[in-house]
């Protein structure tokens, strides 16, 4: 991401993300004597969960807000990006039974030279046999977010390659995943592409100020009429007439095991 999200922002505006959580904590199967690395594990409240379930949970996370976060729920975390795991040397080889991961790895894997590192250095920490289990956007997420926020930037002469260079995402279709896997040792022994209609229990604004401000960043000239005109258009396909918004998730799930 162009900045670090901070915490408070995350808690304010993004507090539903950890909520939606139950299949994919249903996957992850935690047992009393697992070690498991959550990795993107934001400002701690899902890793706090969690750590009832094992023997032990490490966070991993980008921003230095998000673990300072984590660490004041007194969880063990550390500011290490993903794409870095596979030479941290805090993070021994084959230390973890379980690598977990929540509404992150479409945020680290938006670097396409970066991503088999990613998956490498996840490969790097489990043990033989040990599992990766996560959930993330998925090729279709938010659609119509990105469609409108392109609309209107191109609308104003923005060159596509511009718009592209500062959407934060990557959002990977089912095949993709399944490459990426298998290439890094991984034997895929579940995997789903869901739609969920995502309750806000704001409007869209907000969202957009928390999830999409690195196109704020990119273009600051233009970030009130982006926000303003973005909003507008999703009144017509993401607001109920009684004025609540859903945005279409589409998630990604799967758990994979290390050869």
Not at 37 to 45: I, K, M, N, Q, S
Not at 147 to 174: C, M, Q
Not at 201 to 220: G, I, K, S
């Amino acid at each position: 991401m162009t900045k670090s999200l901070s915490a408070e922002t995350y808690q304010k505006n993004a507090a539903f993300v950890p909520l939606l959580t139950k299949e994919i904590v249903k996957k992850l199967a935690l047992s009393p004597q697992d070690v498991v690395l959550d990795l993107g594990c934001g400002d701690g409240v899902l890793t706090q969960n969690l750590a009832s379930q094992c023997k032990h949970i490490t966070g991993i996370d980008s921003s230095p807000s998000m673990v300072q976060s984590a660490k004041q729920k007194g969880l063990e975390a550390y500011v290490v990006a993903g794409e870095k795991l596979a030479s941290a040397t805090e993070f021994p080889s084959e230390g973890y039974d379980a690598v977990f991961s929540n509404a992150a790895l479409h945020w680290i894997l938006r670097n396409p030279e970066q991503r088999s590192t990613v998956f490498q250095g996840v490969a790097r920490v489990l043990r033989p046999g040990g599992r990766f289990v996560a959930e993330c956007g998925a090729f279709g997420n938010v659609s119509e977010v990105l469609s409108s926020i392109y609309t209107v930037l191109l609308d104003h002469g923005i060159p596509k390659e511009r718009i592209d260079e500062a959407n934060p995402w990557y959002f990977g279709t089912e095949q993709a995943y399944t490459s990426m896997l298998n290439e890094a040792g991984f034997e895929i022994t579940f995997i789903e592409n869901v739609t969920r209609p995502t309750y806000l229990d704001r409007d869209v604004r907000q969202w957009l100020d928390t999830f999409a401000h690195n196109f704020y960043e990119a273009f600051p000239h233009l970030k009130e009429t982006l926000r303003e005109r973005v909003y507008q258009a999703l009144l017509w396909v993401d607001c109920t007439e009684t004025g609540d918004w859903y945005l279409q998730y589409r998630r990604l799930r799967f758990v994979a095991k290390k050869k």
